[in-house]
C-alpha cells in the first residue's frame, strides 16, 4: 500500500470510527453547560469543575480531529487485510477476561431480547420506583462542612451592663472546657458600630477548638457534642445559644445579610413594631413544635432601659418657663453641653459640661434637678415634667425600605428542605396577617429554592440540546429517543445511591445528576451508533443488534469503570472539604451503574423492539 493511499485509509478510518465519540464528548460538553451557568455560593463552588471539563474536552476534541490523525500516519504501520482483522479479532475473543465478560453477557443479553415487553416492563417499574423513592430525599442548599471547631452565638437581656457580660461570658467558658474534646475557647463581645454587622454587650460570639475526632471520648459527632454543650449551657441564667461553625457562621451572615446566623430565617415585614413583635411570638411557637427544631429564637427589638421624659406644657407655662429651656437642662445632664473652648497650641478643644454620672443614674436624680424662672425662683424638673423609666426600642431593622423582625432556627436530626415544608404548612394554617404585613422564608432554604429554580429552567433547555445533538448524529427521532433514555436510568441511580448513603439532595448532588448524564447518553450513543454499523452490512436487525452489543460490551463497561474509579476517591474521602464531594461522586457511580444496564441490556431490547414494529 502507498502512502498515499495509507494516509487515506487512516482519514476514512479516523472519521468513521471517531464520529460516535466526538458526537459523544459534544453531548458530555453540552451536559456540564448547566454547572456553567450557576451563580451565587454554588457557581463559585462548582464552576471551575465545569470549565476544566468542557475546556479538557474541546482540546481533546480538535486533537483528535488534526494532531491523532496525523500521528498515525507517521508512526502506524501498514494495516492488515479484512481477513486477517477477522482472525485478530477472534484471537482477541480468547482472552481470558474477555471471554469470561461474553460468557456472562451473551446468555442474559439473548434472555432479554427474547423477552422484550418483560424487560421494557421492568425497566419501566424500575423507573417510576425510583422516581417514587426520590420524593424522600431531603434537600439542603449545601452539604455542612466539617470545620474541627463550633462557633456559639449567646444573647444576653438588653441592657446588660459590660462587666455583667463579661463574668456571664466567663462562666460560660469554664462550663464549655469542662468537655475533654474542647482545647481552646475564645469569645468576642459585641462589635463597634462601624463594622458591617454591629453588635451590643449583650451579645456574643465564642469559638470553641476541638480535638481531632479520633481523640473525642464523651460524644461520637458532632450533634451529639452540641446537644450535651447545649444541656449544659442551659443550667446559667438568662442566656439563649445558636449553635453552628466559624465558617458556616460568617457565610451565612453573608448570605442573609441582616445578620442572621441560622438555617432558616423567617421574615415578618410591617410598620407597627408592637405588631410585628406579637406576630413573631406567634409563629415562634408555632415552629417550636415541629420536628428537627434547635436554636429558636425571636429577634429583640424591645427591651432597652430607658428614661421617658415628657414636658408637661401647662406647669411650664404657669411658670413663665420656655421649654426649650427645660431641654437644654435635659441635654446639658446627659449629653453635656459646650460651655467654651480650650486652646492647646494650635489645636482646640470643645469643653463640655456635664452631670457627673454618679447623680445621674436613676430617675429621682433628674427629677430633683432645678430648672431657673424669669423671676428667680428654682423649680424641680419633676414638677415642670413626667419622669419614667421603661423598656424602649432595642433595634429597628428596616429591609427593603420596611421594618422587620426575624425568627431564627437552626435544624437538627433533618434536613432543611422537610423542615421548611413541615414549618410553613403550620404557620400557613395557625397564623393569618393583618393586612400590610408580609412573611418571608430565608436563610439556607432560599438559596436551596433559588438554585433549585435556576437547574429547572437550564437544565431541561440543555436536554433539549443534547435531544437535538442525538437527532443530528442518528437523523431519526426514534433513536435519538432511544439513546435519550439513558439519562432517566442515570437519575435513578444517583437517587438509590443517595439513599444507600443516607444522603440528601443538594446543589452539591444536583450537579452530579448533570454530570451523569453525559456519560450515560456518551454510552448509548456507541452502543447505536455500531448496531447502525452492523446494520449497514445488509444484516437483519436482530443479528445487528447482537453483533453490535457483543462487541460494544468492554469499551461500554471500559468507560463506566474509568468515570467510576475517578470518582471513587471522592465518595469516600473523609478529608476536609469531603461533605461537599461525596454527593457529587455517589451520584456519578451510582447513576453510571444503572445507566450501564440500561446501555447493555435495556437499549438493545428497546432497539429492536422499535425497528421490528416498523416492520423492518
Not at 462587666?163 to 474542647?182: D, G, I, W, Y
Not at 481523640?215 to 446537644?227: D, K
Not at 446494520?535 to 447482537?546: C, I
Request: glycine content about 8%; proline content about 4%; overall charge neutral.
Amino acid at each position: 500500500m502507498s502512502g498515499q493511499e495509507r494516509r487515506a485509509a487512516i482519514l476514512a478510518a479516523s472519521v468513521e470510527v471517531r464520529k460516535a465519540s466526538q458526537f459523544g464528548e459534544i453531548l458530555i460538553i453540552a451536559a456540564y453547560l448547566p454547572i456553567v451557568s450557576l451563580v451565587g455560593i454554588e457557581g463559585k463552588m462548582f464552576r471551575p469543575m465545569g470549565l476544566t471539563v468542557i475546556l479538557a474536552l474541546s482540546g481533546a476534541l480538535v486533537l483528535s480531529l488534526t494532531l491523532i490523525p496525523a500521528l498515525c500516519a507517521i508512526f502506524l504501520k501498514e494495516g492488515k487485510s479484512p481477513h486477517q482483522t477477522a482472525q485478530t479479532e477472534g484471537e482477541m475473543e480468547r482472552e481470558p477476561g474477555r471471554r469470561r465478560l461474553q460468557r456472562l453477557y451473551v446468555p442474559v443479553l439473548e434472555f432479554t431480547l427474547n423477552h422484550r415487553r418483560l424487560t421494557i416492563g421492568i425497566a419501566l417499574a424500575f423507573v417510576i420506583v425510583c422516581s417514587a423513592l426520590a420524593t424522600r430525599l431531603g434537600s439542603e442548599f449545601l452539604p455542612k462542612l466539617e470545620e474541627g471547631a463550633l462557633a456559639i452565638n449567646a444573647a444576653r437581656l438588653p441592657g446588660v451592663s459590660c462587666l455583667e457580660s463579661v463574668n456571664m461570658t466567663n462562666s460560660m467558658e469554664q462550663a464549655l472546657q469542662e468537655f475533654p474534646e474542647v482545647t481552646e475557647t475564645v469569645t468576642r463581645i459585641g462589635r463597634p458600630e462601624i463594622a458591617t454587622d454591629p453588635m451590643g454587650i449583650n451579645l456574643s460570639d465564642t469559638y470553641v477548638l476541638l480535638k481531632p475526632r479520633e481523640q473525642w471520648t464523651s460524644a461520637a459527632s458532632r450533634e451529639e457534642l452540641v446537644e450535651k454543650m447545649e444541656a449544659k449551657l442551659k443550667e446559667l441564667p438568662t442566656m439563649a445559644y445558636t449553635f453552628s461553625q466559624p465558617i458556616e457562621f460568617r457565610m451565612m451572615e453573608l448570605i442573609e445579610g441582616v445578620g442572621s446566623r441560622s438555617d432558616v430565617v423567617i421574615k415578618i415585614f410591617g410598620e407597627d413594631l408592637d405588631e410585628l413583635r406579637e406576630q413573631a411570638g406567634r409563629v415562634a411557637k408555632v415552629v417550636a413544635g415541629v420536628r428537627g427544631v434547635a436554636d429558636l429564637k425571636v429577634q429583640q427589638l424591645s427591651g432597652q432601659p430607658v428614661l421617658s421624659i415628657k414636658a408637661n406644657r401647662e406647669a411650664i407655662a404657669r411658670h413663665g418657663i420656655n421649654v426649650s429651656d427645660v431641654q437644654e437642662l435635659i441635654q446639658t445632664a446627659i449629653a453635656g453641653s459646650e460651655a467654651g473652648r480650650v486652646l492647646e497650641g494650635f489645636k482646640r478643644f470643645g469643653l463640655v459640661v456635664r452631670l457627673d454620672p454618679s447623680v445621674r443614674s436613676s430617675a429621682s436624680d433628674f427629677a430633683n434637678l432645678l430648672v431657673a424662672t424669669p423671676t428667680g425662683q428654682n423649680i424641680p424638673l419633676a414638677q415642670l415634667a413626667s419622669l419614667k423609666s421603661e423598656e424602649g426600642p432595642l433595634e429597628v431593622s428596616r429591609e427593603n425600605g420596611q421594618r422587620r423582625i426575624s425568627i431564627e432556627a437552626n435544624v437538627r436530626g433533618r434536613d432543611v428542605g422537610s423542615f421548611v415544608a413541615g414549618a410553613q404548612s403550620r404557620v400557613q394554617q395557625s397564623v393569618k396577617l393583618k393586612p400590610g404585613y408580609l412573611m418571608v422564608w430565608g436563610g439556607l432554604f432560599e438559596h436551596l429554592d433559588s438554585g433549585r429554580a435556576r437547574l429547572m429552567v437550564v437544565v431541561p433547555l440543555t436536554f433539549l440540546l443534547i435531544f437535538v445533538l442525538l437527532f443530528i448524529t442518528f437523523h431519526s427521532v426514534g433513536q435519538a429517543a432511544l439513546v435519550f433514555t439513558g439519562i432517566p436510568f442515570a437519575i435513578t441511580g444517583g437517587v438509590l445511591s443517595l439513599l444507600a448513603r443516607d444522603l440528601t439532595f443538594s446543589m452539591s448532588a444536583g450537579v452530579g445528576f448533570i454530570a451523569v448524564s453525559g456519560v450515560a447518553v456518551l454510552n448509548g450513543v456507541v452502543m447505536m451508533a455500531f448496531i447502525n454499523q452492523h446494520k449497514q452490512s445488509g444484516v437483519s436487525w436482530a443479528e445487528a443488534v447482537r453483533s453490535g452489543a457483543s462487541a460494544r460490551l468492554r469499551p461500554v463497561l471500559m468507560t463506566a469503570a474509568v468515570a467510576s474509579f475517578g470518582f471513587l476517591p471522592m465518595a469516600l474521602s473523609s478529608s476536609a472539604g469531603a461533605e461537599v464531594q461525596r454527593p457529587l461522586a455517589t451520584v456519578v457511580i451510582g447513576g453510571l451503574a444503572t445507566s450501564t444496564l440500561l446501555t447493555l441490556l435495556v437499549l438493545p431490547t428497546m432497539v429492536l423492539s422499535w425497528e421490528s414494529r416498523k416492520g423492518d
